[in-house]
């Protein structure tokens, strides 16, 4: 879906490096951030819905989209800090409001953990993280004679990756699958997914050792946390949520029905209705929308500088 005039993406310096962004709204400060081999196009309904009441930055990850890849490989901790070089790029020196799909949710879990002054509220939708069942399309990437033929960027398999993503077909549209396309065209684009996937698992699945740790670190926050999915989801089950349920268990959790792995799109009035009213029990929407002012010890601390289907053209 294009986005309105006046609305588009743009493009901000960070670390020395092009990044595309689409900021829009006033209020507090909320950071969406996309999935593996996706962009912040993922985001464009509920952004605009947000738009109405808060500053919502939208962000393509380094190496998807529009922005060029870091100069160190797509780890989760190098997305991690990316994501606060970017709040920092763009001028947010309050805690945000930060909404996770997939990939993006890990980042979002990591980010709270290395800085929690940060992050106002965590919202995981469909998050890698807890457990190890992820679709066998992201698995085979740990296979090298067969991932670059999976990465090979074809029309076909960007249409089967987007059709993985929803539960209704009707959402894979003309348009997301020929953007799928042009990203996966990209020069580099095969070589940050690889980086990518490889750094959170194998074969057999979401590496272990990563989740452990950063659950156990995630658990021990005092941050408002929300954890959705779909209950038709094919990239990473709707059992996690359960696991959600037993690793955090002060997280409040929502099952989305006859929806696949963006309830972002296929269910984005919901989502929207539902961020709303969590921030606002939660209490980190205090603020009055456009008022500028923080609310009190809002501010950040000053950072230091130096500080299963076989077609993956992005599946989240």
Known sequence: MSAPAGRRPRHVTVDGRRVCHRVDGDGPPVLLLHGIGRTLRDFTELHELLAERFRVHSVDLPGYGGSLPMARPCTLPALADFAAHYLDAVGVDRPAHVVGNSLGGAVAMRLAASEPARVASLTLANSAGFGREVTVALRLLAL?????????????????????????????????????????????AARVMLETARSLGTFRGVSPQWREELLAEVERLDVPTLVVWGDRDLILPAVHLDAARARLPRARTHLFEDCGHMPQIECAGEFHRLLVDFWAEAGTDAAVPGNGVEEPGGGVPPRDAAGDRPAVAGTG
Request: charged residues 25%.
């Open 144 to 188: 090298r004679p067969l991932a670059r033929l999976l990465l090979r960027p074809t029309r076909w398999a960007a249409r089967r990756a987007e059709l993985s993503l929803f539960h209704d077909p009707a959402f894979a549209t003309a348009e997301r699958v020929a953007h799928a396309l042009a990203v996966a065209r990209q020069p580099y």
